[in-house]
T-cell receptor, first 114, second 116 residues
Framework: DQQVKQNSPSLSVQEGRISILNCDYT??????FLWYKKYPAEGPTFLIS?????DKNEDGRFTVFLNKSAKHLSLHIVPSQPGDSAVYFC?????????????FGKGTMLLVSP | GAVVSQHPSRVICKSGTSVKIECRSL??????MFWYRQFPKQSLMLMAT?????????EQGVEKDKFLINHASLTLSTLTVTSAHPEDSSFYIC????????????FGNGTRLTVT
């Protein structure tokens, strides 16, 4: 049972345009959501997060939107740059055995072409 | 900023041998660390939660005798893959959280294990 879903395995965008990565979740107990960026053979790097009490969080070129009623969040990158090409993981925070752990989606590979 | 260091980054071992992976929090104390595993083109799957001074908590389907976790200090957790087999070949990543509550996990750079 996949609780965090990223239905698009890949996305191609031209440099300068907006990249929109989507994520859906099923567990209504999740209350904190994060986006990570990952290059091959490296650990994920934290990008941006949002608490369930907000519907938008912005940090430079990155904006995360949360729609709790739809259990959907998205990451907007604008303008997109070739260096943004990587795999992006959506993650949701929930309690497991008393600890707050992250559940990850399968990732979306973003390719930004010059 | 918070840094999690993982060593080694890459290891190749023969089937039947054991491999130890170290995870260190470099500028903060981590009472809890998390070990993840990633198969090619798959998501990061939580294997176990490592607790300083007590036994690790393993996720369903993860063999605790196969994947030994020791969290002997506030800055070090180790994962030992015992009697490794080719199907254990994977990318193992540790992580830790600087503060309690809703805050990001910071990840190490991962260890690529190849069992021949």
């Amino acid at each position: 049972d996949q609780q965090v879903k990223q239905n698009s395995p890949s996305l191609s965008v031209q440099e300068g345009r907006i990249s929109i990565l989507n994520c859906d979740y099923t567990n209504s107990m999740f209350d904190y959501f994060l986006w990570y960026k990952k290059y091959p053979a490296e650990g994920p790097t934290f990008l941006i997060s949002i608490s369930s009490i907000k519907d938008k969080n912005e940090d430079g070129r990155f904006t995360v939107f949360l729609n709790k009623s739809a259990k959907h969040l998205s990451l907007h990158i604008v303008p997109s740059q070739p260096g943004d090409s990587a795999v992006y993981f959506c993650a949701a925070s929930g309690l497991r055995g008393g600890y707050s752990t992250l559940t990850f989606g399968k990732g979306t590979m973003l390719l930004v072409s010059p | 900023g918070a840094v999690v260091s993982q060593h080694p980054s890459r290891v190749i071992c023969k089937s039947g041998t054991s491999v130890k992976i170290e995870c260190r929090s470099l500028d903060f104390q981590a009472t809890t660390m998390f070990w993840y595993r990633q198969f090619p083109k798959q998501s990061l799957m939580l294997m176990a939660t490592s607790n300083e001074g007590s036994k690790a908590t393993y996720e369903q389907g993860v063999e605790k005798d196969k994947f030994l976790i020791n969290h002997a200090s506030l800055t070090l957790s180790t994962l030992t893959v015992t009697s490794a087999h080719p199907e254990d070949s994977s990318f193992y990543i540790c992580s830790a959280r600087v503060s309690l509550g809703n805050s990001p996990l910071h990840f190490g750079n991962g260890t690529r294990l190849t069992v021949t």
